[in-house]
Structures are given as C-alpha cells and as structure tokens.
C-alpha cells in the first residue's frame, strides 16, 4: 500500500506510505492519493489530514524509478493524474490540512502547499528542485505559489530551487504552524477537531469563498504546467543522475 487511509469522528487521515524512499511519488502513490481523496468525500469527512510515514512527507518524484516509455499522450495523461491531486483537494467539501516533517520537495512540496491549511514540523524543508534537474512545476503552483509569496519571490525559489525551512516559510505566510518536531500530526489533527466541532456549512462555504477567487486562474494554470511538463519530457534536458530530490 503507497497510501494509507483511516477514518474516526468524522477526520480522514490520508498518509503517504513509501517510506523507504521518503515516500517519493510514483504513479500508485498518486492513484492512492486520489482514491483516498474520494473515499473522504464519499464518506462524509468532515476534515482530511494529509501525512508521511517514515522520515519525510515526500521527496518529490522517484527519479530513481525507470524512465517509463509512454506516448506523449500517455506522459499528459500521467501528468493530469498529478493535477488532480490539486484539483481533488480544492473540490473536497471539508478542510484539507498537511502535516509536515523531513522533506517536502517538488511534487511533495505542491502536495503540501495546494491544502487548506499547513502544519510544519520545526525542522522541516520545503523547496522546489525541478529547474535544475530540467523538470517542469505542477500541482497549480504557478498560480498559487505568486499570490502568497509574491512574483519576484515566486520566481527565486523556482529558478534557483534553494531549501527553505520552516521557520521561514512561516514568515512568508506559506504554513499557518510550526509544532515541535515530531507533534506536527498531533497538531494537526488538534486543528481538524477544531473545524469538525464548528457548523459543518459554514466551514465548507468559507473554504469555497476564500478559495473562488484563485480557482478561475487555477485551472488555466494546470493546464499549462502541463503543456510545460511536457515540453521539458521531450526537451532532453532531464538527463542529469536519475536521484530523488531528497537525501534518501
């Protein structure tokens, strides 16, 4: 199983499980992703909380992993499954909350960064190395990334794809907490209490009114990581040692 899932009191608990590989993404970790996502919703959570086992949240894709030998048609189908994710956190009615720890590096990063709200273990790092190894962002970070950080901040952490932690992505109102390492998922799951006691109406329409505004660019902008995505699988740029982004 790449992803487990449980539920109690109306709280999904979604974890990433590939922790031998710091739960790095291949195509089953992002199928389990999607499928727990729907259970949640069909199920009637209130509030999703979203979590790596082992050392790190996610280290971004498996580079590691073969090359796989895919049409471009196949590559854009892959890479729309990736959107997805984004697209099921923002259309889940409750609240989605990632919790934190270790990496969270490109795809993991994205993952991280498109829920509702952001809990970081202290000596977590967040960062965003996919220029450098010739990859291309996904996950509506094009358009998400820009309205909290601003653009000229947006545009140094995609080019020059530096680590930042938490301590700093706090300052630029990219997480809302940092807990002690190793209380990030108690953190979190305190929050999702939180949200299930209030009235279940209300907290889903006040998570749609926030997120209106961004969601009209938010679609356009999948689709062009797409099309990006899929200039830099056919550019013979992303040649450099097939390493996953973080220390496994």
Same mark, same amino acid.
């Given at each position: 199983?790449?992803?487990?899932?449980?539920?109690?009191?109306?709280?999904?608990?979604?974890?990433?499980?590939?922790?031998?590989?710091?739960?790095?993404?291949?195509?089953?970790?992002?199928?389990?992703?999607?499928?727990?996502?729907?259970? @949640?919703?069909?199920?009637?959570?209130?509030? =999703?909380?979203? $979590?790596?086992? %082992?050392? /790190?949240?996610? !280290? &971004?894709?498996?580079?590691?992993?073969?090359?796989?030998?895919?049409?471009?048609?196949?590559?854009?189908?892959?890479?729309?499954?990736?959107?997805?994710?984004?697209? @099921?956190?923002?259309?889940?009615?409750?609240? =989605?909350?990632? $919790?934190?720890? %270790?990496? /969270?590096?490109? !795809? &993991?990063?994205?993952?991280?960064?498109?829920?509702?709200?952001?809990?970081?273990?202290?000596?977590?790092?967040?960062?965003?190395?996919?220029?450098?190894?010739?990859?291309?962002?996904?996950?509506?970070?094009?358009?998400?990334?820009?309205?909290?950080? %601003?653009?000229?901040?947006?545009?140094?952490?995609?080019?020059?794809?530096?680590?930042?932690?938490?301590?700093?992505?706090?300052?630029?109102?990219?997480?809302?907490?940092?807990?002690?390492?190793?209380?990030?998922?108690?953190?979190?799951?305190?929050?999702?209490?939180?949200?299930?006691?209030?009235?279940?109406?209300?907290?889903?329409?006040?998570?749609?009114?926030?997120?209106?505004?961004?969601?009209?660019?938010?679609?356009?902008?999948?689709?062009?990581?797409?099309?990006?995505?899929?200039?830099?699988?056919?550019?013979?740029?992303?040649?450099?040692?097939?390493?996953?982004?973080?220390?496994?």
């Amino acid at each position: 199983m790449t992803v487990d899932y449980t539920c109690a009191d109306g709280i999904a608990q979604i974890h990433l499980n590939r922790p031998e590989r710091l739960n790095a993404v291949v195509p089953a970790l992002v199928e389990g992703l999607l499928a727990g996502f729907e259970r @949640a919703a069909s199920g009637g959570a209130r509030a =999703v909380v979203l $979590a790596g086992r %082992g050392r /790190a949240f996610c !280290a &971004g894709h498996d580079l590691k992993e073969p090359v796989p030998a895919e049409t471009l048609a196949q590559t854009q189908a892959r890479l729309w499954s990736l959107q997805d994710v984004t697209l @099921a956190v923002r259309r889940f009615p409750g609240i =989605v909350i990632s $919790a934190v720890h %270790g990496y /969270a590096l490109g !795809a &993991g990063c994205e993952f991280a960064l498109g829920c509702d709200l952001i809990v970081a273990s202290a000596s977590a790092q967040f960062g965003f190395p996919e220029v450098g190894v010739g990859l291309s962002v996904t996950g509506g970070i094009s358009a998400l990334l820009p309205r909290v950080v %601003g653009l000229p901040r947006a545009k140094e952490l995609l080019l020059l794809g530096e680590r930042f932690g938490a301590s700093q992505a706090l300052s630029w109102g990219l997480i809302n907490r940092v807990a002690p390492d190793g209380e990030h998922l108690g953190a979190a799951l305190s929050i999702a209490e939180e949200i299930v006691a209030r009235p279940p109406v209300a907290a889903s329409l006040a998570k749609q009114v926030l997120d209106l505004g961004t969601d009209a660019n938010l679609e356009q902008a999948l689709a062009t990581e797409v099309q990006h995505a899929l200039l830099t699988s056919v550019s013979g740029e992303n040649t450099k040692p097939r390493e996953e982004f973080g220390n496994a």
